[in-house]
């Protein structure tokens, strides 16, 4: 059973960046998808980005060409990096790893969260 620490939360100016990181407990190149998640205050959780191991990405439309999602399958380790933040990005912000395939998904596995808060 994988484990996943998130890190990198913060208060943030509008327009400011942040990088989150995801550390998992064991070798990421066996995880088929990789993603970061958010939830708001009184909103159901929301995807952010997703990343295959063949490094397919997809994000939710609210932050493309904000955010970046990777992974450094040497280091264990998934990234967000956060550009032009705004307020309505503030939110708890979940790793989720996926094994399996694209044809069906064995297990799923979450992280207990970072804030980010993007306040003047």
């Known amino acids: 059973q994988v484990q996943l620490v998130e890190s990198g939360g913060d208060l943030v100016h509008p327009g400011g960046s942040l990088k989150l990181s995801c550390a998992a407990s064991?070798?990421?190149?066996?995880?088929?998808?990789m993603g970061w998640y958010r939830q708001a205050p009184g909103k159901q959780r929301e995807l952010v980005a997703t990343?295959?191991?063949?490094?397919?990405?997809n994000y939710a439309d609210s932050v493309k060409g904000r955010f970046t999602i990777s992974r450094d399958n040497a280091k264990n380790t998934l990234y967000l990096q956060m550009n032009s933040l705004k307020p309505e990005d503030t939110a708890v912000y979940y790793c989720?790893?996926?094994?399996?395939?694209?044809?069906?998904?064995?297990?799923?596995?979450w992280g207990q969260g970072t804030q980010v808060t993007v306040s003047s």
């Open positions: 989720n790893a996926q094994f399996g395939t694209i044809l069906i998904i064995r297990s799923t596995y």
């Open positions: 990343i295959t191991n063949g490094r397919l990405t």
């Open positions: 064991e070798s990421i190149s066996n995880i088929y998808r």
